[in-house]
């Protein structure tokens, strides 16, 4: 049986670039809905940062990590921006759902 932080990278890992996915809504795809916070400590300790994209995971209003593992919240909106990702004045990433 997978680790809870192993579904984490998985799940992440899938993300397009370009496209961004909230700590809630991968928890729900790791099946432990109520984990949203596990998801931000699994991504803060991130062992692949080349292949596991942690910089596409936003908080639920859209708003950035404010200690981004790997560079701070200005690198998380600089990779981001740079894939192509739409953001509001306010730096919030302009989220929609399907």
């Known amino acids: 049986m997978k ?4 579904k984490v990278y998985d799940a ?3 993300i397009p670039k370009g496209k961004v996915s909230t700590y809630g809504r991968i928890a729900v795809l790791c099946g432990n809905p109520r984990c949203a916070r596990a998801v931000g400590y699994a991504l ?4 692949d940062p080349e292949n596991i994209p942690c910089h596409r995971v936003v908080f639920k209003d859209g708003s950035l990590s404010p200690a981004f593992a790997f560079g701070g919240k200005n690198r998380q909106y600089r990779l981001l921006k740079a894939e192509g990702v739409k953001f509001s004045k306010d730096k919030k990433v302009k989220l929609t759902f399907n």
């Open 12 to 14: 992440v890992k899938k």
């Open 3 to 6: 680790k809870f932080y192993d």
């Open 44 to 47: 803060h300790q991130n062992p």
